[in-house]
């Protein structure tokens, strides 16, 4: 198990382009999460996903934002028409939930996507 | 719904030097309370966690006590290194829904 792992570490784009993420998550959870994350601030919620069922979505992910889990294991997180103000760290986490209501979800994060948009 | 502040950075010690870093919460219930911390150029990493009222959470000398009665889970190290210098999270699951909600970090730096 190598962890969470994300790519690229690294993108920089101009305004107006398209730009996709992936997240490999740990192997056997079934929770995958992504985050934004802007300078000096604490990660906020996108969107997760349950298998390939995506369940939850903030109100911070617009129509140019869209993620995808097909499979429910690998996800991507696509940006179009990239705005300088979705310039931040996209981070992904996974997570094993198993049935029932009890037990403690901690999150496995990987290393982060970095998105400048000049 | 389930919210979470902690004191704002960045704070600044010396080696070896007592770290506190203050976290309080809003919930509903009884939800897990967690610390996560960010070295630089690293993603988040799970550094303790506290399941119920009273628990105490610790790792790497590192501790936090999940208090219901001052709605408070406290970070604190004793005797901090300069590989402590990071970002501190501190985060609880909302009242409703699987994911985490994270306080806006503290900054922490540790000069030798």
């Known amino acids: 198990d190598t962890g969470v792992s994300q790519d690229p570490r690294h993108k920089i784009t101009k305004r107006g382009q398209n730009v996709t993420f992936r997240c490999d998550p740990i192997?056997?959870?079934?929770?995958l999460y992504w985050y934004r994350q802007t300078l000096g601030q604490g990660p906020e919620f996108l969107t997760y996903f349950q298998n390939e069922a995506q369940l939850e979505k903030s109100r911070l992910l617009s129509d140019r934002f869209s993620a995808e889990r097909p499979k429910g294991s690998f996800s991507t997180l696509e940006i179009q028409r990239t705005e300088q103000g979705d310039s931040a760290m996209y981070l992904c986490?996974?997570?094993?939930?198993?049935?029932?209501?009890?037990?403690?979800?901690?999150?496995?994060f990987g290393a982060g996507s970095r998105l400048t948009v000049l | 719904g389930n919210s979470v502040t902690q004191m704002e950075g960045p704070v600044t010690l010396s080696e070896e030097a007592f770290l506190t870093i203050n976290c309080t919460y809003t919930a509903t219930g009884y939800p897990s309370l967690f610390w996560y911390v960010q070295y630089p150029g690293e993603g988040l990493q799970l550094l303790l966690k506290a399941t119920k009222a009273d628990d105490k959470g610790s790792n790497k000398g590192f501790e936090a006590t999940y208090r219901k009665e001052t709605t408070s889970f406290h970070l604190e190290k004793g005797s901090v290194q300069v590989s402590d210098s990071a970002v501190y999270f501190c985060?609880?699951?909302?009242?409703?829904?699987?994911?985490?909600?994270f306080g806006g970090g503290t900054r922490v730096l540790v000069k030798p």
């Open positions: 986490a996974s997570s094993f939930r198993g049935g029932g209501t009890g037990g403690v979800n901690v999150l496995t």
């Open positions: 192997s056997e959870h079934n929770r």
């Open positions: 985060a609880l699951p909302p009242a409703a829904g699987n994911k985490l909600t």
